[in-house]
Structures are given as structure tokens and as C-alpha cells.
């Protein structure tokens, strides 16, 4: 079964630096979701793309989160400058069309920030 | 946004019993009624869903029973095996976005 691709695995970074999360969705999904997981809670929606365009970006924090999908497949997360309660998982996830149908998931980037 | 309510929060079952976890949510034009299982360290994954012109949904072990009049759906897993053991999820969605609730950890005891 195709699968949700991202990287990197783990990712460990001092506060201030830049990182930078990839994600490659499924083939033919037109809809990329960027959720952050703190351990214990449930996944809270960064950035919602329908192919290219932002559809929804409420819960991103703009004065440091930046997301992009280009040519409407894969996309990037960026953070800068990281911030200690940045620590968490990221979570890439695709659907073929919107968000009500079933969502992939990628294994997501763990991310620490010393 | 949607308000998104999980009850209980965390739940321990003997092998063998049933479980059930119940979703609430605010937004009366949610339509898409799903549960994804987390296992520790692994990526959620959807278990079973239901749309909103459904009221029950089996897949062998697992159940969702969807009553949109009092805006709640639950997940129902009955013959309980360690292998049910993860966190659970509800998602209600629509037109608007899609939110995950909190989250049920569920323990089989053996």
C-alpha cells in the first residue's frame, strides 16, 4: 500500500536555529495536512493544503512557522527560529480530496529543541 | 471551531470485555464521523468511519454508533485482545475543518 513520506525521522536542534520538515503524500492526494502532536494530546492542525493553495492556516504561527506545497505535491514545514516548546511531533498526512474521508499518515519528524 | 469532547480519557478492560469510548462534538454540520487507533510510537490509523445519513457501522470486533440529534458517536470494541491496546481518536469533520479530540488510552488487561 502506498504510504505517506517524510523526513527526517528525528530531528534535534538548539533553540534560535532553523529546521525544516519534508513530506511527500500519497500519489494523486490533493489535500496536505501539517499537524503538531505533543505527547498525550491529540494532533492539532497546522496547515491545510487543497493542492497548492493554503485553505487553512488558523492555528499556524506565522511569526515563525512557514509552510509551502509549490507544484501542489510535496511540501515543506519550516520553523525559525525554534523555540523550546516547539518539541513534538510533526505529522504529515494526506487525503485524496478533502477532510472528510480518510486520512494517511506519514511516521512523522520528532522533534527536540535543547 | 469544532469543540471536541472524548470520554472517558483513559480506560483499562479485562481480555475478553468490551469497550467503549464516546465523541462529542459542537459543530451540527459535521458529516464525516471517523476513529483512528495510535499505537505507541506509530502513526494514527483510520480503524472505522461513518457518514451522517448512517446510524451503525460494524467491521468485525469494532462498531460506531453515530446519534447526530445529540451530536455524539461511539466506538465500540468488543472480545477485547492485547492487541487493542493504543490511544483512540475521534475526528469529527465537514464543511469546516477537521479536529481530532484528546484522546482515549485504552489498556487490555490480560
Known amino acids: 500500500e502506498a504510504e505517506v513520506a517524510q523526513s527526517p525521522r528525528y530531528k534535534i536542534t538548539e533553540k534560535s536555529q532553523a529546521v525544516a520538515f519534508w513530506c511527500d503524500p500519497i500519489?494523486?492526494?490533493?489535500?496536505l495536512y501539517w499537524y503538531r502532536q505533543i505527547l498525550g494530546q491529540g494532533p492539532e492542525l497546522l496547515v491545510q493544503?487543497?493542492?497548492?493553495?493554503?485553505?487553512?492556516d488558523s492555528q499556524l504561527p506565522k511569526d515563525r512557522f512557514s509552510a509551502e506545497r509549490l507544484k501542489g505535491v510535496d511540501s515543506t514545514l519550516k520553523i525559525q527560529p525554534a523555540e523550546l516548546g516547539d518539541s513534538a511531533m510533526y505529522l504529515c498526512?494526506?487525503?485524496?480530496?478533502?477532510?472528510?474521508?480518510?486520512?494517511?499518515f506519514g511516521s512523522g519528524t520528532q522533534l527536540s529543541v535543547l | 471551531g469544532e469543540n471536541v469532547e472524548q470520554h472517558p480519557s483513559t480506560l483499562s478492560v479485562q481480555e475478553g470485555d468490551s469497550a467503549v469510548i464516546k465523541c462529542t462534538y459542537s459543530?451540527?454540520?459535521?458529516?464525516?464521523f471517523p476513529w483512528y487507533k495510535q499505537e505507541l510510537g506509530k502513526r494514527p490509523q483510520l480503524i472505522i468511519d461513518?457518514?451522517?445519513?448512517?446510524g451503525e457501522k460494524k467491521d468485525q470486533r469494532i462498531a460506531v454508533t453515530l446519534n447526530k440529534t445529540a451530536k455524539h458517536f461511539s466506538l465500540h470494541i468488543t472480545e477485547t485482545q492485547p492487541e487493542d491496546s493504543a490511544v483512540y481518536f475521534c475526528?469529527?469533520?465537514?464543511?469546516?475543518?477537521?479536529?481530532f479530540g484528546a484522546g482515549t488510552t485504552v489498556t487490555v488487561r490480560a
Open positions: 500519489s494523486g492526494h490533493a489535500t
Open positions: 498526512a494526506s487525503s485524496l480530496f478533502g477532510q472528510d474521508e480518510k486520512l494517511f
Open positions: 493544503f487543497q493542492d497548492e493553495s493554503v485553505v487553512d
Open positions: 459543530d451540527s454540520a459535521s458529516n464525516y
Open positions: 475526528a469529527p469533520s465537514g464543511d469546516y475543518k477537521l479536529s
Open positions: 461513518i457518514r451522517s445519513n448512517v
